[in-house]
């Protein structure tokens, strides 16, 4: 249990430097988001990877392997997403 709140401090911490970085000029938007993570839950995987990693080429794409490549090569991820070797 303890990893996975490790994994989730990760991500929040991540989340919030990404809002503070790149929309300086909104100060609430990473609350507002945490707000939204109840709701979020209740959307499947599969419907997540359809909306948002449908155009990635053919590439392994599952929602699963994108976060675990993102945990692990810190809070910079690059666009058009390639799998870790």
Not at 68 to 77: E, V, Y
């Amino acid at each position: 249990m303890a990893h996975i709140e490790g994994l989730q401090e990760k991500s929040q911490c991540a989340l919030e430097e990404y809002c503070r970085t790149q929309y300086p000029n909104q100060p609430t938007r990473f609350g507002k988001l945490l707000l939204r993570l109840p709701s979020l839950r209740t959307v499947s995987s599969q419907v997540i990877e359809q909306l948002f990693f449908s155009e990635t080429g053919g590439q392994d794409a599952r929602i699963e392997t994108l976060i675990r490549d993102m945990l692990l090569s810190g809070s910079s991820f690059n666009w058009p997403y390639m799998p870790l070797q």
